[in-house]
């Protein structure tokens, strides 16, 4: 009886409890919604007191926390509303609606990557929340991080599917990636979603010409000049002249141009770094269209010279990339009208390097093809034959009586023709002619005269006949220099320039493809070592690290066509190569940028492409050196002849290769680099070859490694000369 009623007492002063409980819940939420109430009549100030008032009788009352910072906010008060914001989470870690207010208030401050953590924050416990989706997919848009920004928009898009910016910020993370394709169903779908989208209309019309749809991307900027007839937005009025200039319908370019001078207003043509494609649409519109070819030549010379002094950083950079290739593509068209074809398809090889979505380009290139084939045919004229050495004005040498038997005299040239070379003979001996014409024979001299009668035949039967006679008696002649040798016979008079591309491939996009450690390490030896001890400026120097493909070709066609006649350029590539088995059983070499994809071969470097990438370029010489797997098989090559002295070795042109394997692989720490260091911090010569060098260690090197080094001249371009090194004093 008395447990009895002792449990009737207990169960009464619960239940007051729980009443008690629920009355002060709702006497606190009847307080908020008060304070609620003053705040949304913007009474912010009175509002905050109130809060206050509230957090000093109830220190947990997380919503007085978050409304009171809401109050700050709404003032300017950031520091204090942050401070609101995380004691709300504190006390409620699961109070979304805080880390989305930190969010706005840390992407107000642009401090982007704690704006991102709040929101993402949120999104734990907010995950149909697509506005939440929307804005992180912006935040990482902005911070470039495209990948995660589009991953945000498929969710926002999933929840909100009739939102149509959703679709045009996605669609702008897929052009970044260069993934056209995307792009435009995005921009297409936004275009549904909102008819008047001039934007869209404009962005697809860029992905287009990037995709060489030149015909639908006038159309897409033809839209967006339709909706934006005030021309709010010059763009694409201006993006209208590549199209057209591209489906060579010059005159519309300048009836356009002009309509964008009557407007009087700034374009983006109209800054510093566009000023290449100012001069590129000058040759059109003042040139071209009056069919004055020579003056549009030297026009579009002077914006790829503007062009490739610029250093090109920004976020248009890659349009302008296509800018650079339209200066090219018009120059091979213009040097086909003149009907100089070598020319036009070295412009049209080197525009494909960096866009190859240019269908004008290829049609060029075609159509160069079918010409040379009818030329052949029709060929009448014999071949050209241009003497490298000897040289008319050393024709008379001398050799000592003791030094006659076995004296050697070099015959080098090269031979032209429209259809191609079929022969070469010396003295009745066949000699090898390369494709670019060049050959080389090393034949015995005697005491008096000697004649050397030189037999051209072309595919066409035509032939050629040139005698080099030359008179000896004296001394030694064409002995291989000597690398111990420090003479006088070993200088030069020229004053040489000297230029450097550095490449370090580190870091892949590919995560089947391993990243580096050493490239970057061995590109800073090589810097300081061409800086410190020999005669490279800083400011000649480029450093690549981790180039994608179309930026590291680029910069080698902007470099080596910049340079002068006594400039000489240095290649240093560190990376990954590759090498494939051909179905014909030849091995080709590859170079893999860092955003190659493993297994697809047009995604790697060839070295075809380094070929077309220099073949127009004036300098004396260029040197590769490549610290990769199999990069001895990435060029084609040639036998290769050691120079007579160092002045021998400056004087013809030049185009070779050093390799630090050839059919190897090669380690990420590369032992290439620490004897390449050595032999140039030991090397007491003031000039000295690169083949030289090599062979200061290249017996060492084999020995230790059993790699084999190679220095091997580049078929089709090699014409007999060797890289010369010049240390400080």
């Not at 002249?241 to 356009?256: D, G, I, K, T």
């Not at 086909?336 to 240019?358: G, S």
């Not at 494709?435 to 035949?457: H, M, R, V, W």
């Not at 077309?612 to 990069?631: G, M, T, W």
Request: hydrophobic content about 35%; glycine content about 4%.
């Amino acid at each position: 009886m008395g447990n009895s009623l002792s449990a009737k007492k207990w169960f009464v002063c619960l239940s007051l409890v729980f009443l008690f409980q629920e009355t002060y819940s709702q006497f606190l939420k009847d307080k908020i919604n008060f304070g609620k109430q003053i705040m949304q009549q913007k009474q912010y100030d009175a509002a905050i007191s109130f809060f206050t008032t509230v957090i000093r009788t109830e220190q947990n009352a997380y919503e007085a926390y978050y409304y009171r910072g809401e109050c700050y906010k709404n003032l300017g008060k950031t520091q204090e509303a942050l401070k609101d914001f995380n004691t709300t989470t504190q006390i409620n870690p699961q109070y979304a609606d805080a880390y989305i207010m930190k969010g706005n208030i840390y992407s107000g401050l642009q401090n982007i990557d704690q704006a991102i953590k709040e929101y993402a924050l949120a999104l734990q416990y907010q995950k149909q929340n697509a506005s939440l989706y929307r804005v992180l997919g912006q935040l990482t848009l902005r911070k470039k991080d495209y990948p995660t920004s589009i991953t945000y928009y498929n969710e926002a898009i999933k929840l909100n599917p009739n939102l149509e910016s959703n679709y045009f910020e996605r669609g702008n993370a897929y052009k970044a990636t260069h993934q056209y394709e995307n792009a435009i169903k995005d921009y297409s779908e936004n275009i549904r979603l909102a008819p008047n989208s001039d934007g869209s209309y404009n962005n697809r019309g860029v992905c287009n010409m990037f995709l060489g749809n030149y015909a639908a991307a006038l159309h897409d900027y033809d839209n967006a000049i339709r909706i934006d007839s005030r021309f709010q937005n010059t763009a694409p009025l201006l993006n209208s002249l590549e199209p057209l200039a591209r489906l060579y319908r010059f005159e519309e370019v300048n009836s356009r141009l002009q309509k964008f001078r009557d407007l009087k207003k700034n374009g983006y043509i109209d800054s510093e770094n566009w000023a290449f494609y100012k001069i590129y649409l000058v040759a059109i519109t003042q040139a071209i269209t009056k069919s004055d070819y020579l003056e549009a030549m030297d026009l579009l010379d002077e914006a790829e010279s503007l062009y490739t002094s610029m250093v090109d950083t920004d976020s248009e950079s890659e349009i302008r990339k296509r800018g650079y290739s339209a200066i090219l593509s018009l120059k091979g068209y213009i040097l086909e009208k003149v009907e100089d074809y070598d020319e036009a398809k070295i412009n049209y090889k080197q525009a494909l390097l960096i866009n190859e979505a240019e269908p004008e380009v290829v049609e060029g290139l075609k159509r160069i093809a079918n010409i040379e084939i009818e030329l052949a045919k029709k060929d009448k004229i014999a071949p050209t034959l241009e003497i490298l050495e000897p040289l008319i004005n050393s024709r008379s040498i001398s050799i000592g009586e003791d030094k006659i038997a076995g004296a050697k005299q070099s015959i080098r040239g090269i031979a032209s023709d429209a259809s191609g070379i079929r022969t070469l003979q010396i003295n009745n001996t066949e000699v090898k002619v390369e494709s670019n014409g060049y050959f080389e024979a090393l034949l015995p001299i005697n005491e008096g005269d000697n004649n050397y009668i030189i037999n051209i035949t072309d595919n066409n039967s035509n032939i050629a006949t040139e005698t080099v006679s030359i008179k000896a008696r004296g001394a030694k002649i064409n002995k291989a220099v000597d690398s111990t040798n420090t003479s006088d016979g070993n200088t030069l008079t020229e004053e040489p320039v000297y230029h450097a591309i550095l490449i370090a491939e580190s870091e892949y996009k590919d995560e089947s493809i391993s990243s580096l450690a050493g490239p970057a390490k061995d590109m800073a030896k090589v810097y300081s070592l061409l800086v410190e001890k020999y005669s490279f400026l800083p400011e000649n120097i480029v450093q690549l690290k981790s180039p994608g493909r179309i930026d590291l070709l680029e910069e080698i066609i902007k470099k080596s066509k910049s340079l002068k006649e006594n400039d000489n350029l240095l290649i240093f590539y560190a990376g990954h190569g590759v090498m494939i088995n051909k179905a014909n059983n030849k091995e080709e070499g590859f170079l893999l940028p860092s955003d190659a994809k493993l297994g697809l071969v047009s995604s790697y470097i060839k070295g075809d492409e380094l070929t077309d990438a220099i073949e127009a370029s004036p300098a004396r010489h260029i040197l590769f050196i490549a610290d990769a797997c199999f990069a001895g098989t990435l060029f084609r090559s040639i036998s290769n002849e050691a120079p007579a002295s160092v002045s021998e070795a400056y004087k013809d042109k030049s185009r070779k290769i050093m390799s630090s394997g050839n059919r190897t692989v090669v380690p990420d720490e590369s032992p290439f680099i620490a004897y390449l260091q050595t032999a140039f911090l030991n090397n007491k010569r003031k000039f000295i070859t690169a083949e030289q060098l090599l062979n200061t260690f290249k017996e060492a090197y084999t020995d230790k490694t059993r790699l084999n080094l190679q220095y091997n001249p580049i078929l089709g371009l090699d014409q007999g000369g060797h890289f010369v090194f010049i240390r400080k004093d």
